[in-house]
């Protein structure tokens, strides 16, 4: 799955939302959230993000690397 992490905080561009086939990306309070098991790894969201936030779960920066858990939380607690 791919990852959104930190640079999307309080920016919410909205870019990634127009660019996902399937739909996958919500809104959630301060940022934007990929569904794990909606999202089918295209990887069109990734450069079309201003703030370089989304990243394939492996290529994570390891200083973001909660943020694997925060996308998959937010959804455990929809
Ligand atoms: Fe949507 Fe593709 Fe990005 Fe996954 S990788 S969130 S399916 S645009």
Known sequence: T???AQPCVDVLDKACIEECPVDC?????R????HPDECVDCGACEPVCPVEAIYYEDDLPSEWS????ANVEFF???
């Not at 909660?66 to 858990?69: C, H, L, S, T």
């Open 2 to 4: 791919y990852v959104i």
């Open 25 to 29: 990306i919500y809104e959630g309070g």
């Open 66 to 69: 909660d943020f694997y858990k």
């Open 31 to 34: 940022m934007l959230y990929i």
């Open 76 to 78: 455990d607690e929809l």
